[in-house]
Each structure stands twice: as C-alpha cells, then as structure tokens.
C-alpha cells in the first residue's frame, strides 16, 4: 500500500531525470571534435535551413494552434453551457480549461521537437568527425543524439500529461480529471499533422526536385553540390525525420497515457465500491509504467556498444533488448504494487494484476513481432524485396506492380499480429474479475490499454533509433560533400544502411502503436460521451435510457460515416502525394533559374544560392500543408455534427482500420522499392547468364523509378496518415459534446 | 388490387421475354457480312481460344461448385439438425434445399457466361465487317451482340430466382422461401469469382506478357502477327471482360433480388398484420421492377442510332437515357400499384408508394451519377487524365506517382455519392410509416434497398454497353490483322475509344451496385440470423432477449473481425496482381521458345503456334486463379466460425467499405493511365516550347509504364474486388447459422 502512493512520485522524478538525462547526452555530443573545416561548413549551411524551416514552420503551426485554442475553447464553454448548466465543471469553465490543455500539449509538442532536433543536426557534423576515427564512437555519437530526441519527447509528454492532470484536480478528484485534460492530447496531435505533413511534403519535394532537375535535367551526379537543391535535400531529412517522427510519437504517449486513464476511471470506480487500497493507483497507473519505461532506457544507452568489426545494428539491437527485458521487470513490479485487490481474485484465484502484467508483456511482444515483420518485407536478404529486384529486369512497370503487390500483401502480418494481440489482451483482461455496479465485465478493454501501455514503454528508445537515420544520414552526405577518407565513407556508409533499417522499424512500431491507442482512444471516447448522457439524464435534460450503448453498423448513419472515415484516409493521402508534386515543382523552376543566370555555377567558379533554395521549399511545402490539414481536421467535425456521436465513433474506428493498412501499404511499399534499388547497386542482382546487373543497366534504372514512387509514399503520406488516425481519435474526444444529440 | 396479383405474372413473361429478344438479336447478328476471308481467319483463331479457355475454365469452376455445394449441403444440414429439431424446413432437407438452389444459381451464370461470351466473338468479325460499310451499322452491330450478354445475364437471374423461389414454396409460404434461395445468390458470387479471376488474370497477362516478349525484347511493333502472345491477348479480352463482368452483373442483380426480398418479408409481416391488400407483392416487388427493366431495356435497343458523322457515343447515350426513363415512368407505376397500403398514410399524409418511388429514383440517379464520376476521372478532356499526362514529362516516376494521387482522390466523389444514397433513400423509406409490432421502422432498410433496385433496373444496357467494349476492341484487332481498309480501321479506331469508355463506367457502376447490394444483403443477413436465434428460442435451444440487435463495433472481436475483413481486400489484391504476373512469365517463356525453335517465324515465312501459348496461358490462368479464390472463400468461414455471427458482420460491412473504395482506386488509377497514354498518342500534350510530344517521345514512354502497371490494377485485381465484397454477403447469408453461437 505504502508502495503504491509512494510509486506516483516517480512520475516527475523520472520525467525530470530524463530531461536531465537528456542535458548530459547534448553535452556529451556537443562537446565531440566538430570535424574539419569542410565539415563544418556544409554541416552550418544545413543547420541554417533547417533552422529557417523549424521557424517559420513553427511559427505557422503556432498561430494555427493559437486560433484552434480559442475556437475549442468557445465551442466546448458554449456547448457545455447550453446543455448542463449544474455540474462541477462545466461551461465557459470547462471551454477555458480545454484550450489551455491544447495549448500546453502544443508547446510541449513544439518544444521536444525544436530541441530534438536542433540537437540531431548538430551530432551529424560530430558523427561524420567520429567516423574518420572509429565506428563504435560513430554509433554513440549517432545514438546519444538520437536519445536526445527519444527523452525529451516522452519526458515532455509524461510530465505535460501528469502536470496538467495535477493542475486540474487530479490528486482530489482523480475521477473527472481524466477528461478535464484530453485537450493536450488534441494539442500534441495538432501540431503533429502539421509537423509530420509540411517536414514530409519538405523532405521528399527536396529528395525529388533536386533529381529531377539534376540527374535528369542537367546531367550531374546526385548530390553534387552545384546542385542548390541538393542542401534542400539534407535539410530535408532532419524536418521530416527527426521532427516530424518526434511529433508523431509525442502525440502517441501523449494520447495514449490520456486514453488509458480515462479507461483507469472504470476501474478506479471499481475499486473505490470495492473498498481496495489505493483506487486511484488505477488511474495513475499508465503515467507509472511510462516513468518505468524511461528509467529503463537511461539504462539501455549504456549498452550500445560493441566490437569495431560488429555489424552496427547488433549494437543497437543489443540496447533494445535490454530496454524490453527491463521493462518486463518493471511491468510485474509496477503491476503487482499498484493493481491492489485485496483479497479479490480473478478467474481460477489468480490475483488480478497477474492478469495485467501478461497483457503488458503481449504489448512488448507485439512491438518485437512488428519490428521483425518490418525487416522481413523491407530488408534486401528477404524474398519480398529480392522479388521487387527481379521484376526490375523487365523494366519499370514490372518494378512497380511488384511493389505494389509486396505492400499490399504485408498488410496480412500486420492485421494478424493486431488481431492477435487486441484479442489476447482483451481476452487476458478480461479473466481478471473487474465487474463494476452494472454487471459490465471493463477489464478486457483495460487489458487492451495495458498492452498499448506495455508497448510504448520502449519509445523514446525506439525513437533514439529513429533519430539515428537521419543523422547518419547527413553524416554521410557531409562526408561526401566534404570530400573526406574513403575509411570514414565506408562507415557512414555502413551506418546509414542501418539507418534505413532503423528508419523502417521506427514506423512499423508507429503504425502498431497508433492502431492499439486508437482503440483505447475510441472506448475512453465512448466513456466520455456516456458520462456526458448521464450528466443531462441527471440534470433532467434528456431522457434515461438514452446512453451510447453500441456503436452499431448495421445503422445507415454509422455505415454512411464509416465509408467517409475509410475515404478520408484516401483522399488525404491524395493531397499529400499531389503537395510533394507542386513542393518539387517550384524547387526545378529555381535551380533551373539558378543554372540560367549563374554560368559559374557549372564549372564551380560561383556558388549556388543554397538558402534560396531552401527559402522557397519551405515557403512551398508549407503552403501545401494546409490543405490536407484542414481537411483532416474538419471531416471529423463536420460528420460528427451532421450524423451525431454514434456515426462518428464509426468514423473513427473504421478510418483507424483504413489508415492503418494504408499506411502500411505505403511505407513497406516504399521501403522495399528503396531496398530494391540498394539490392541491386550492391550487385546482388544476376541475369539468366550470371552477369551482374548493377548501376547503369537498365535493372537499375527501373529500380530508381520504384524508389522515387515510393519517396512520397513512405516519408509523406505513410508517416501523415498514423498522426491522422491519432488526430481523428483525439478530436472527436475533446468535441464530443459537440456530437450528442 | 387485381392488377398487383397479375403483375407477378411479369416476371416470367418478361424474363421469358427477354430470352427470345436475345435469340432474335443473335439470329440478326449471325446472319450478317462476316467480312473477308483474312478477317474470318483471325476471328476463328480467337474464338478458338476463347472456346479452349471458357471450356477448361468452366468444368474447373463446375467440379469446384459441386464440391463447394455438397460441402455447404451437408454443413447447413448438420448445423442446423443440431440446433433446431423443430421447424417446418429442417435439416438434411434444408442441407439439401441450399445445395440444389447453389447448384442452379451457377448453373444459371456460367450459361449466362458462356452464350454471351460466345456470341460476342461471332459479333466482332462482323462488326469489322460492318465498319467496311457504315458505321452506324458497325455500332448497331457491336451493341446488338453485346446486348444478347445483357439480357441473358438479367433474365436467366431473374427467372431462377423466380423458379426456384416458386420451386421452394414462394406462393404458399412467401415468408420463408426467400430464406431458402439464399444458395442461388451464393452459387452466383462463386462461379462470378473464379470466372472474374480467372479471365482477369489471362487477358492481363496476355497482355503484358505479349508486349514484354515481343515489344521490349524482340522489337516488333504492338499486335504484330509474329508474336504468338498476339491472339492470347485478343482472347483475353473476351473471357475478361465479357464472360467476367457478364458474371459478376450476374451476381448483382440475383443477390440484390434475394435480398431484398429477404427485407420484403419484414414489411410483408406488418403487411398481413394490419391487413393490406397483397401483402405478398412487396415480397414480389423486387422481381416485377427487375421484369421491368428488362421490358425498358428492349425498347431502348432500337434507340441506338444515329447520322453517320455522330459521335458513337452520342447514340449509346440516347439508348441509356431512354432505358432510364422509362425505367423512371415504370417505377412510379409498379410502386403505385404493388405497394397498396389501404389507407394508412405516411409523413405529412403523403401515400408510402411515393417515398418508395422516390428511393427507386434516387437508384436511378446515382447510377447516372457514377457514369459522369467515371467519365470524369478517366476521360481525356478532363484535368485528372491532363494532370498524369502533363507528369509524364518528367519520366515515368512522376507519371505513377501523379496516378496513383488521382485514384486515390476518385474515393472522395464514390464515396460521397454513395453516402448521399444512402443517407437519402433510408431517410425517405423511413418517412413511408412501415412500423412493425415490436415498434421498429423498417422503412428507412427497405427503401436503400428499392433504391438498389432502381440502380439496377439499367443493368441489362448497361452490361450491353460493356460488352460493346471487347467486341469493338477485337474488330479493330481484326481489321488491323486482316489488313482491312483505312476508312474501316478509322472507324473501329473510334469504336474502339468509345469501348474504352463504356468499359470503364460499367466498373463504376458496379462498384456502386456492389456498395449497395452489400448494404442490403448486410442487412438480410441480420434478419436471417435473428429468423435463426427466434426460432431456437421457440424450441427452448437459447435463452430469450439474445437476439441480435447491434453490430457493435466496440467490441473487440467486432472490432478485430473488422480489421481483418479491410486486410482481406488488400491481401487478396496482392495475390491477384502477383497471379498476372507469375502467368505472364509462362506466356514469355514460350514466345521465346517459339522464336527461338522457329525461325521462319520472323520473316513471315513460318506461322507461329498461337494455339500452343493460348493453351499455356489457360492452364497457368487457372492455376494461378485457385489460391486468391480459396483465400476469399475461407476467410469468411474462419473468422465467422472462430469470432461469431456479430463479428463476422462487423467483418462483412468493413470489407465491403474497404473493397469498394481500393476497387474504385485500381480502376479509375488504371483508366487515368490508359487515357494518359491514349491523350498523348493523340497528340494532345505539347513541351513549353509548344512542340508537341507524341509518340516515340519520353513522356510517351512514360505513360507506357503508367499504362501497363494500371493493366492488372483495373482489368484484374479491381474487378475482381467487386465480385469478392458481394461473394463475402452470399457467403455469411447462407453459412449465417454456423456462425451463431
């Protein structure tokens, strides 16, 4: 008992060790040789426009986000005020508190982000500096930037979430707090869509321009430096990768601790009639198992490590198998201190948490399986993406039907794996015994919310691996760029091939992660809107008997908004792929211009106009964000205001299904394209007589287009479409009053 | 009240009707010019093949439905001898009932599949004889034979539906036999599914295989007669496209008749309660609409007609308009006259035969609808097709990428348009008054499905429309192979644009039907579920008040069933578009042997074994069609039996959603392509310069690869999708008391 009150304490003691954690592994990396003078120099220009981007880009989403506030502020104080006029909170109140959750998990969102990935492009110029010397240092240093990232991240989400939750009455009235604080999620998914979608149209309109008008138009290799777009392109990847991946799954911790303590009402309602200790433990559960989880992490940093003749993945591998053992300890400790029954047992007289502790254990599981299924549809030593290479051997439009069936088809391991682990853990969750006054069985949805929980409790490691991709990255062209030792090229070179692996991963996790919270968000959503109903029936504006008690299909308002929700997730993707389209257009007009009026550009006798370049890719890509972002944002709205609270729940779960698939059709797709190519310029392709078909046959060339079909596919529409399915999730969340008839 | 009882009598007269017009139509098709020898050289060549392939294909399909009947046979009868031993049809009997009307369902398509498919092939000679000289006959030709398709494919639904319905007591017992035919519409969807597939996969992979062998590798031009893959392609347009779209409208319009007649009997009940006059009719009143139609659709056949210098188009419209109008004139009467309430009134006084009616015409007018979405997406003259072409410039990356966004952003109109259906015709059925004893309005169900009907009373112009398509397509094969005169091959040149178009509005118009029929057939399924559980109750077998009332969608299992239905769609994609690859390579190998071992081949002087590669591309056609097949059968069967008959519902409505939307996407995507290619070979695309780029350009390139990617998208795995969302209705329709638990 003392245990547990003692245990919520470690939420801000482990959020502001992490921070802290986070300072030393910033000044570890910044206090690395910066490299030669060559170095420095590209490594400035990049940082510059990345900077540039970050500010106007942040800017732009602030003021979105400012105007959002206010207008959900008013809708819900106007809202709630017309319909109950007589509880605790409620009204203008209510209106106020909600914008200001929005606001602070924007800022927290915005803050990680900026931080994270301020210092990523500062450790690519120092990792490409380590990589003359040692691999093993190149990996730390690559890493411990990344780490960065991974800890603020989910240290801003968990204490933003526990601190807003504590302003608002968590610690007296842990029953309603839960709902009081849903704007921050809103907030952190706000600025993750526009983060995610203008990082994304950035980087691939930069990836794409620049070839275009390079490779294609002028005849010079690929990152050559007369090329302006090409520091458009390395810019590119810290925007879209670092911040962006950042946002995504500040969003997902963020969402999901609020989702899970929504569902820790049920219980704690539960435990208080039951008279078990410490009821509020079930509410401040999720935000303990986090603070466990980064705890864990802090530790696995220490074990990347490794021989200079490793493959790096193994290291990186290494630190992951230990952040998921110590987090199996931490979830049998958290779960059997704080999941206090007292002498209620659960099916064949096991102690309920028991029960918990295997649904966390099948959400590590899950995060493994999907990262393995990941590997197997994108990594070159696999039938998917040898399959992709061969057809390349008949041109490119046999390259792209066979990538097209490998992305569909992987949509098969990843419904299974969802399936089986929502099934399990609901089932699990369910023989715990937590039946409450009604007769209604709520440990299987909570089981479910344990295994997200368990899940998640890897990201900001997973996320430190995200990071690593694109610093490496950059590490790599600014080594090239700079002309450095052929040693250090192989390295970099090395290091982002794992890059691209870890890259993978990362999404593959995003995608698995976003559909388990999507779920959870969708029953704390229904939770919501019943405790909303029963409100009015108290406050004699509405009839008894009128709760939500199913979201039903076979309802042609609930079918009607569930093919709207499976549709959005379409069109979406549509406006995203097309923006990449019109963003590379303007790029190709300015570095034509470029090469018209600058002869000396072509024999180096003048200097491209680099931060022109990436002046207007980003006035560009932000431009094109706007509109797939308003568009997510307001079908939610709109079909929940004109079909009503039960067709948008249809909505919502079935634009999850939807966005989910697609997603991963497109980054698997795009993935094994990308490996496709890499497959064959490492030779690995022959034709009928043995010859090797490398760079310049025609193989390749067909590889090239898949490749480039698949740049939008997986770095902007993909990524975009997990931070909309969270974004759906939480809209309809914090406007529910706005969909009860 | 007299004239209701006659109007049964309708049925079989316009069904029987339709058949001598069809015999007419053929006697007058046959009896024309059959053009030069050359021409009749060519034309038995291909009839040849098509013949060999219907042949094999069809005593496949034949030996897999009986084994699929006796297996359903005996399920349904031990499933419900073990549950219920106490109903009027029981048992073995209604084991036996369901296998015979399963074994007349595809007996009923495959004849429908095999007379019409034949006489298209005896149509295109003639037709390219005809444009010799005029060609208004050429398209009266073309469309005469397509609409011998059409009308059988209506009528031999409509009357075994009829007949059997009639067989399995339908005039004594009208509230049951509807539940007993549910096998018809099974065995519809399972002969439309191997025959869909198995015709998609051959003429895709006729057609890439044959361009891969003998463009890319050989040399020779396009349809050039040395490569023996030639032929194969000319076949493959008649089993794709007549034989598998003849069967999946087959499909449509039997499911669509019985299960709407399935949600006549709820109305049929309150009917007899309340003492309306011919209560039965509103059971019939799918039927005598359909009867209709075909009536409307003979007429409007002499419509088509025309001035020489008309656009062909111009006179298929005139023919489309007038089955729609009188179909509109026919519906206000058969509504007027069957749907005699006596004098309970709807909403605002108003009779409830006018809501219906006008649910009838808003079927009418999104089938209107759906052609001008389609023309819109996939037509030259329009900013989609414009957009793709204007990509092409910059290689064909950027030309698949640029498709790829206007598939996707082609769900936004479906779905909408779809959604307005819906939503409109549930609201106005729903006015009419239709309240059953248990207080529920059944109105708003049963007026989507008059709206279904009124969609489909069209249906048998429409499929002569389609079958327009291969017949003019295979005449100017013909012509170009017969070397025939320019002023002929001008004219199939047009015709065969024309095709082109009306090809691609059938798929919209059978993705909508789809759409709706699965609604409608989703709902027939929970009134037969609850027919089930009522009368388990009846016999003491089940507790009361566990009807089953909502497809909840949170619930877990639901929800998992859910997920799994929307991967089905993507994952049985894959295997198809994988299938026309794997086939294409078998035809590739033995054109090389043939140019190879024969090589008098190539300077005409030997002719190649075009019966050898049509056999080969048969047999591996239809290997390769057995996998995607079984995988679409099984699925619904485990996931039903493993999570239950709510799931598998929840399973059914998201796979549909899922299905129709990826079909929309693979269609339009492939016909935006195709007419990319087509605008720039027309000329119509110029550089800045205003030059302009036709063929032999890089953007005509470009396009190619667009436009061969978009082969197997819209000609295999699309339609293909439209036949599994409606075999996945007819399969938990008939298996529904497996399911329940």
Same mark, same amino acid.
Not at 25 to 34: F, M, P, Y
Not at 128 to 137: G, I, N, T
Not at 228 to 253: K, M, P, Q, W
Not at 603 to 625: E, F, G, H, N
């Given at each position: 008992?003392?245990?547990?009150?003692?245990?919520?304490?470690?939420?801000?003691?482990?959020?502001?060790?992490?921070?802290?954690?986070?300072?030393?592994?910033?000044?570890?990396?910044?206090?690395?040789?910066?490299?030669?003078?060559?170095?420095?120099?590209?490594?400035?220009?990049?940082?510059?426009?990345?900077?540039?981007? $970050?500010?106007?880009?942040?800017?732009?989403?602030?003021?979105?986000?400012?105007?959002?506030?206010?207008?959900?502020?008013?809708?819900?104080?106007?809202?709630?005020?017309?319909?109950?006029?007589?509880?605790?909170?409620?009204?203008?109140?209510?209106?106020?508190?909600?914008?200001?959750?929005?606001?602070?998990?924007?800022?927290?969102?915005? &803050?990680?982000?900026?931080?994270?990935?301020?210092?990523?492009?500062?450790?690519?110029?120092?990792?490409?500096?380590?990589?003359?010397?040692?691999?093993?240092?190149?990996?730390?240093?690559?890493?411990?930037?990344?780490?960065?990232?991974?800890?603020?991240?989910?240290?801003?989400?968990?204490?933003?979430?526990?601190?807003?939750?504590?302003?608002?009455?968590?610690?007296?009235?842990?029953?309603?707090?839960?709902?009081? $604080? #849903? !704007?921050?999620?809103?907030?952190?998914?706000?600025?993750?869509?526009?983060?995610?979608?203008?990082?994304? +149209?950035? %980087?691939?309109?930069?990836?794409?321009?620049?070839?275009?008008?390079?490779? #294609?138009?002028?005849?010079?290799?690929?990152?050559?430096? /007369?090329? *302006?777009?090409?520091?458009?392109?390395?810019?590119?990847?810290?925007?879209?990768?670092?911040?962006?991946?950042?946002?995504?799954?500040?969003?997902?911790?963020?969402?999901?601790?609020?989702?899970?303590?929504?569902?820790?009402?049920?219980?704690?309602?539960?435990?208080?009639?039951?008279?078990?200790?410490?009821?509020?433990?079930? @509410?401040?559960?999720?935000?303990?198992?986090?603070?466990?989880?980064?705890?864990?992490?802090?530790?696995?940093?220490?074990?990347?490590?490794?021989?200079?003749?490793?493959?790096?993945?193994?290291?990186?591998?290494?630190?992951?198998?230990?952040?998921?053992?110590?987090?199996?300890?931490?979830?049998?400790?958290?779960?059997?201190?704080?999941?206090?029954?007292?002498?209620?047992?659960?099916?064949?007289?096991?102690?309920?948490?028991?029960?918990?502790?295997?649904?966390?254990? +099948?959400?590590? &599981?899950?995060?493994?399986?999907?990262?393995?299924?990941?590997?197997?549809?994108?990594?070159?030593?696999?039938?998917?993406?040898?399959?992709?290479?061969?057809?390349?051997?008949?041109?490119? =439009?046999?390259?792209?039907?066979?990538?097209?069936?490998?992305?569909?088809?992987?949509?098969?391991? %990843?419904?299974?794996?969802?399936?089986?682990?929502?099934?399990?853990?609901?089932?699990?969750?369910?023989?715990?015994?937590?039946?409450?006054?009604?007769?209604?069985?709520?440990?299987?949805?909570?089981?479910?919310?344990?295994?997200?929980?368990?899940?998640?409790?890897?990201?900001?490691? @997973?996320?430190?691996?995200?990071?690593?991709?694109?610093?490496?990255?950059?590490?790599?062209?600014? %080594?090239?760029?700079?002309?450095?030792?052929?040693?250090?090229?192989? $390295?970099?070179?090395?290091?982002? *091939?794992?890059?691209?692996?870890?890259? &993978?991963?990362?999404?593959?996790?995003?995608?698995?992660?976003?559909?388990?919270?999507?779920?959870?968000?969708?029953? =704390?959503?229904?939770?919501?809107?019943?405790?909303?109903?029963?409100?009015?029936?108290?406050?004699?504006?509405?009839?008894?008997?009128?709760?939500?008690?199913?979201?039903?299909?076979?309802?042609?308002?609930?079918?009607?908004?569930?093919? +709207?929700?499976?549709?959005?997730?379409?069109?979406?993707?549509?406006? =995203?792929?097309?923006?990449?389209?019109?963003?590379?257009?303007?790029?190709?007009?300015?570095?034509?211009?470029?090469?018209?009026?600058?002869?000396?550009?072509?024999?180096?006798?003048?200097?491209?106009?680099?931060? /022109?370049?990436?002046? +207007?890719?980003?006035?560009?890509?932000?431009?094109?964000?706007?509109?797939?972002?308003?568009?997510?944002?307001? %079908?939610?709205?709109?079909?929940?205001?004109?079909?009503?609270?039960?067709?948008?729940?249809?909505?919502?779960?079935?634009?999850?299904?939807?966005?989910?698939?697609?997603?991963?059709?497109?980054?698997?797709?795009?993935?094994?394209?990308?490996?496709?190519?890499?497959?064959?310029?490492? !030779?690995?392709?022959?034709?009928?007589?043995?010859?090797?078909?490398?760079?310049?046959?025609?193989?390749?060339?067909?590889?090239?287009?898949?490749?480039?079909?698949?740049?939008?596919?997986?770095?902007?529409?993909?990524?975009?479409?997990?931070?909309?399915?969270?974004?759906?999730?939480?809209?309809?969340?914090?406007? *529910?009053?706005?969909?009860?008839?």
């Amino acid at each position: 008992m003392q245990i547990a009150s003692a245990l919520q304490w470690i939420i801000p003691v482990a959020g502001i060790t992490a921070i802290l954690f986070a300072l030393y592994l910033a000044r570890d990396v910044l206090s690395r040789d910066k490299g030669t003078k060559a170095m420095q120099d590209v490594a400035d220009t990049i940082l510059e426009g990345a900077v540039a981007f $970050i500010r106007r880009q942040y800017t732009t989403i602030a003021l979105l986000a400012l105007g959002a506030a206010v207008i959900i502020g008013l809708v819900i104080g106007v809202v709630e005020t017309a319909e109950v006029a007589d509880t605790d909170v409620f009204g203008l109140q209510l209106g106020l508190m909600t914008g200001v959750a929005f606001l602070v998990g924007a800022a927290c969102s915005m &803050a990680s982000g900026i931080i994270g990935m301020y210092i990523s492009v500062k450790s690519n110029v120092r990792t490409a500096s380590a990589a003359q010397r040692s691999l093993v240092e190149a990996v730390q240093v690559a890493m411990r930037g990344g780490a960065v990232s991974g800890f603020l991240v989910v240290a801003l989400s968990l204490l933003g979430v526990w601190g807003i939750f504590v302003a608002y009455g968590g610690t007296t009235n842990p029953a309603i707090a839960p709902f009081l $604080i #849903v !704007g921050f999620g809103f907030g952190a998914s706000f600025v993750a869509l526009f983060a995610q979608l203008g990082g994304g +149209i950035y %980087t691939k309109a930069a990836d794409v321009g620049a070839d275009l008008v390079g490779k #294609v138009e002028a005849g010079i290799p690929e990152d050559d430096p /007369r090329n *302006a777009g090409v520091i458009a392109d390395l810019v590119g990847d810290n925007v879209g990768d670092c911040a962006g991946r950042g946002a995504d799954l500040f969003e997902s911790t963020a969402a999901e601790n609020i989702g899970a303590m929504i569902l820790g009402v049920a219980v704690y309602t539960i435990a208080l009639t039951s008279g078990w200790p410490n009821p509020e433990a079930w @509410i401040f559960f999720p935000l303990i198992i986090r603070a466990f989880g980064l705890l864990a992490t802090i530790v696995s940093i220490y074990f990347v490590r490794g021989r200079e003749d490793e493959d790096p993945m193994n290291m990186l591998n290494r630190g992951y198998w230990v952040v998921t053992a110590l987090s199996a300890v931490a979830l049998a400790f958290v779960t059997s201190q704080t999941m206090n029954t007292g002498t209620q047992t659960g099916t064949n007289g096991i102690a309920p948490w028991v029960f918990f502790f295997g649904c966390g254990l +099948i959400g590590l &599981a899950t995060s493994i399986v999907f990262v393995y299924i990941t590997q197997y549809y994108t990594a070159g030593s696999w039938r998917p993406v040898k399959e992709i290479a061969e057809a390349s051997k008949t041109g490119p =439009a046999t390259n792209i039907i066979s990538g097209v069936a490998v992305g569909f088809e992987t949509t098969f391991a %990843t419904a299974i794996a969802i399936a089986i682990a929502l099934l399990a853990s609901n089932w699990l969750g369910s023989q715990a015994g937590l039946v409450n006054a009604a007769g209604d069985n709520v440990g299987g949805i909570f089981g479910t919310a344990v295994a997200t929980m368990g899940m998640l409790m890897t990201t900001a490691y @997973i996320l430190a691996m995200d990071t690593f991709g694109p610093i490496t990255d950059n590490a790599g062209g600014i %080594t090239e760029f700079s002309r450095a030792s052929e040693g250090a090229r192989k $390295i970099t070179d090395r290091l982002d *091939a794992v890059g691209n692996t870890t890259k &993978a991963l990362t999404k593959g996790y995003a995608i698995a992660s976003a559909s388990l919270a999507a779920f959870l968000l969708f029953s =704390a959503y229904i939770d919501k809107v019943n405790l909303i109903i029963d409100r009015q029936i108290l406050a004699g504006v509405r009839e008894a008997g009128t709760r939500l008690e199913s979201i039903d299909l076979a309802e042609v308002p609930v079918f009607v908004a569930a093919f +709207i929700g499976a549709m959005l997730v379409y069109f979406f993707s549509s406006l =995203a792929i097309r923006a990449v389209g019109t963003t590379a257009q303007a790029i190709i007009v300015e570095v034509r211009r470029q090469f018209r009026e600058m002869p000396g550009i072509m024999d180096y006798s003048q200097r491209p106009d680099y931060a /022109r370049v990436v002046d +207007i890719t980003t006035q560009a890509a932000l431009k094109q964000m706007i509109l797939p972002g308003m568009v997510a944002v307001a %079908t939610p709205v709109i079909v929940g205001v004109l079909l009503g609270a039960q067709a948008i729940a249809g909505f919502l779960m079935v634009a999850t299904i939807a966005g989910v698939l697609l997603a991963t059709v497109l980054n698997n797709s795009g993935g094994a394209w990308d490996n496709a190519k890499k497959y064959i310029e490492a !030779g690995h392709l022959k034709d009928d007589q043995g010859t090797v078909l490398g760079k310049k046959t025609d193989a390749h060339a067909a590889a090239v287009v898949g490749d480039t079909v698949g740049d939008p596919f997986k770095d902007t529409a993909g990524p975009s479409l997990h931070v909309l399915v969270k974004l759906l999730a939480t809209i309809t969340l914090v406007l *529910a009053p706005l969909f009860i008839r």
